[in-house]
């Protein structure tokens, strides 16, 4: 794939999960260039059709959220709401701990956090976590994101989106591909019916 948008590699070290990110077992990482990329191809169509944004964004697979933090840490000023649902209420928490680093408060809450467990353990890696909370904090000054709605939902299922899940501009996910992340469904068709 030629990349329009993300034409350069760069160094997504400060995005790693696990570092900033939360992690959680049974959560997976989108690589970050191809998620920024995609994004970005999205909002050029909204454009091309006259939408200029800021727009509304919903992952209805989003796990532990880590594709829809990305996107929001890099591409904010043109999010105003996050939509983020996935079957699994026990990754929801994660997803909710996640989306909270796109505001200052949660961020914070982080780095008081990663200051702690450095002062715990005197170790390398929580003093990086800390460098990249601070390249984090950069990102998220001066735009915020209006509202971000985290709630639980078989999107395979009849009705199952949730009644503030309304405008929805861009849907974007990483569906189950069976490898670590199954579908949890009891429909035959999972992608038809998530279509
Ligand atoms: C590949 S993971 C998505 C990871 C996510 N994009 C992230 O960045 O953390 C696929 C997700 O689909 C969820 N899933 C499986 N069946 C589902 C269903 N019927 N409705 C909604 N989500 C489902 C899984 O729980 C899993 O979290």
């Not at 078989?154 to 199952?160: E, Q």
């Amino acid at each position: 794939m030629e990349y329009q948008f993300e034409k350069t590699r760069k160094n997504y070290e400060h995005f790693a999960s696990g570092r900033v990110l939360y992690n959680a077992h049974g959560t997976t990482s989108f690589p970050v260039r191809l998620g920024s990329e995609i994004i970005q191809r999205c909002f050029h169509i909204l454009r091309s059709k006259g939408n200029e944004g800021p727009y509304t964004v919903y992952d209805p697979c989003c796990g532990g959220a880590y594709l829809l933090t990305i996107i929001g840490l890099l591409h904010r000023r043109h999010i105003k709401t996050i939509f983020a649902s996935d079957i699994n209420h026990e990754l929801l928490d994660i997803a909710g701990k996640n989306l909270s680093l796109l505001s200052s408060s949660g961020m914070e809450t982080r780095k008081k956090q990663l200051q702690q467990l450095f002062e715990l353990y005197n170790k390398a890696s929580h003093l990086e976590a800390l460098e990249s909370a601070d390249y984090l904090t950069s990102l998220i000054s001066n735009e915020s994101l209006e509202e971000i709605y985290c709630f639980q939902a078989d999107i395979t299922a009849p009705k199952a989106l949730h009644e503030k899940c309304s405008n929805v501009d861009i849907v974007i996910a990483d569906l189950p591909y069976g490898e670590i992340v199954s579908w949890q469904t009891d429909s035959t068709y999972p992608v038809t019916h998530f279509f």
